[in-house]
């Protein structure tokens, strides 16, 4: 291989850190909205996922396993809750709170038991969940920015789907217990996509944000205001 899978889980950490970088320096240089801050959090827990993947790697251990898909499982959910605030307004994780635990829960569980594969499999199949949610979150929100709102939930779909077919490619398998880190077709076509997939998405957060703020300036100027700016 040209590439490595060790050197796409590193772009995916480094593309997801720069992205984080962009989200806290707009969050204390201007306003922001509540969900910009969410969606760092959770990109920030995926930053720190796709680290110890690598970590993961070279040291198959069931802690740093849990530690790896425990976060991912956390990051990903977090991001839907954002999808949520966005739509709604409410930060909702008394709904995605209990989805999150119960991924984690599981997560841990297999991989304590020693099937690291099927620890994977879950992982998988919850961040898959998440991002299809998101996905359709957005989807519900496009009137506010159609072709924004639109590309961001099709960005959320396509990865969705390439973590489920990393999945699937692995149920079929049926591989629970792995002596090696996973490598076929579908985790390499997953990490790709998820490095431009995840710069995608945070750009798109970021003019979400601008325009919302420009909104809310907007509306909460006095009227007549704007006329007297204008002379």
């Known amino acids: 291989m040209l590439i490595s899978d060790h050197t796409l889980l590193l772009a995916i950490g480094f593309s997801a850190l720069c992205v984080v970088v962009m989200f806290i320096v707009t969050w204390f240089s201007t306003r922001s909205e509540p969900f910009l801050l969410t969606w760092a959090a959770g990109t920030a827990m995926i930053v720190f996922s796709a680290f110890g993947f690598a970590i993961y790697n070279v040291n198959m251990t069931p802690l740093v396993g849990v530690v790896t898909f425990a976060t991912m499982i956390v990051g990903l959910g977090t991001q839907f809750s954002a999808a949520l605030q966005f739509r709604t307004g409410r930060l909702p994780f008394l709904i995605t709170g209990p989805v999150i635990l119960l991924g984690v829960l599981a997560v841990g569980n297999a991989m304590f038991s020693g099937y690291n594969g099927l620890a994977i499999m879950i992982a998988q199949g919850f961040a ?34 390439a973590f489920s077919m990393s999945c699937a490619v692995l149920v079929l398998d049926g591989e629970t217990i792995l002596n090696s880190p996973p490598r076929n077709w579908a985790e390499t076509l997953g990490r790709a996509v998820s490095i431009v997939t995840v710069i995608g998405m945070g750009s798109i957060a970021l003019v979400l944000n601008r325009w919302r703020v420009e909104a809310s300036d907007a509306q909460a100027k006095p009227p007549g205001e704007a006329a007297s700016i204008g002379d």
């Open 128 to 161: 898959a969940l998440f991002l299809a949610a998101a996905a359709f979150e957005y989807w519900k929100a496009r009137t506010e920015a159609p072709a924004a709102l639109t590309i961001l939930a099709l960005l959320n779909l396509v990865t969705a789907v």
